[in-house]
């Protein structure tokens, strides 16, 4: 057997020396780099996104109207959403989602692997979109948000998500 000739000290108490100083420096100019891009580049991200989605809800909807709508924020200027009419799904369309929605529950809950993850997250999804479908076959005109105001806030939201990932 070989004898080992040297013997290394351990690990546990090393490690990489970094200058604190020169690392917050890189930080603060990367937030800073990062909060100016985005407050610059706001309006023309936001556009860019809204044409893509009116692309493809023109293909999927072509006599749809699609437009895109701009409003003015104090904190980051002009932000882009898309402005279309709300399609809602009828009765009919809306009784068969529900009945796949329970029928996919029914399925899931019966098999074998009814308790692992997937089926669980499967039969959840199921359960959402039929409360989701029966909402429009009982309640369509309560309904609270319309095509515009959700691209509204889901701009809006993105934006936060931006700002948040860079905080």
Known sequence: MKEKKVIDYTRTYRRIEADKKKCV??????????????????????????????????????????????????????????????????????????????????LLACLPWKGRPLAIYLILCSAIHLINSLWFVFGEKYFPYTLTVYSKLYMLQEIGIWVMFLL
Not at 50 to 68: D, N, S, T
Not at 76 to 105: C, H, R, W
């Open 25 to 106: 420096l890189y930080i603060v100019i990367l937030l800073l780099l990062g909060f100016l891009l985005m407050w610059t580049q706001i309006d023309d991200l936001t556009r860019m996104i809204c044409k893509i989605c009116a692309g493809v809800l023109k293909k999927y909807e072509p006599h749809m109207y699609v437009g895109i709508r701009s409003e003015t924020y104090p904190l980051f200027g002009k932000i882009s959403y898309l402005s279309a009419e709300t399609v809602y799904p009828g009765i009919q369309i809306s009784l068969i989602n529900a009945g796949i929605s329970l029928g996919v529950i029914i």
